[in-house]
């Protein structure tokens, strides 16, 4: 049982046709942060919510809003987004050559800074800015969809991420993205994830509250 992890359902699997209604059950059902996926159809194949959907949410909830760029041009929508609500803005490390300053930017507005990382990307693209970030999040599906399947090789690589981050003394949440159930969520949590974002296990939930429990590992 651990009582750290933290639980950030992904409104990409709520009935957007009711979305502040499904924020609003996901806060009662005990979330703690609102995952927000966004996606530009071009980094990746599919397209979601922009600020200005952001800023509508934002009046139905206090609970903090993790912002997930899946963008190309991360650079141009992180002060959009963060005037529209973010409490936490995550970048991709396949989009960013200018990761440093990206990371900085997202700081010098007092928000905590994530960087995220595709399946096959090397934790090695993260190692110069370590000091600097406040959470890595490991993808452990390929981002676009909700729904699919997890890709057990993330386990190693939150391991070997933990290790490193144990080795620094530093403190960097792990997030893990993509195929999270009560039986992965475990997994990850074992080798040192401390933040997990559910979409289908959640929505799909006949009960959510009993859902993100046993996510977090307290069924
Ligand atoms: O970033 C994402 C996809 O790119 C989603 O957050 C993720 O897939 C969550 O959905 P599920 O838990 O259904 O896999």
């Known amino acids: 049982m651990n009582t750290m992890i933290k639980v ?48 509508a949410i934002r009046k139905v909830t206090k609970l903090p809003f ?14 959009p987004f963060i005037k529209a609500g973010a409490d936490i803005i ?5 989009t960013a050559p200018h990761l440093h300053r990206l990371i900085q930017t997202i700081k010098e507005h007092g928000k905590k800074a994530g960087v995220s990382l595709n399946p096959s990307t090397p934790l090695a693209v993260v190692e110069e800015v370590l000091d600097d970030l406040d959470m890595i999040l490991i993808m452990s599906v390929n981002p676009g969809y909700g729904g699919q399947k997890f890709i057990p090789g993330a ?18 949440d792990i997030e893990v993205d993509g195929g999270i159930n ?5 997994q990850v949590v074992a080798a040192g994830a401390t933040i997990l974002v559910a979409g289908s296990a959640v929505y799909g939930a006949p009960d959510m509250t009993q859902a993100i429990k046993a996510i977090r590992g307290l069924d």
């Not at 993790?66 to 002060?79: A, F, K, R, S």
């Not at 995550?90 to 396949?94: D, I, K, M, P, Q």
């Not at 386990?155 to 960097?172: M, P, V």
């Open 8 to 55: 950030a359902p992904s409104i990409l699997s709520a009935d957007f046709s009711q979305l502040a209604n499904e924020i609003i059950k996901i806060e009662k059902a005990g979330a703690d942060w609102v995952h927000i996926d966004v996606m530009d159809g071009h980094f990746v194949p599919n397209l979601t919510f922009g600020p200005p959907v952001v800023a």
């Open 66 to 79: 993790d912002v997930h760029l899946m963008v190309t041009n991360p650079q141009d929508l992180i002060e």
């Open 90 to 94: 995550t970048v991709h490390a396949e």
């Open 155 to 172: 386990i190693d690589k939150i391991s070997r991420l933990q290790a490193k981050i144990e080795q620094r003394k530093l403190t960097i």
């Open 182 to 186: 009560a039986s992965t969520a475990r």
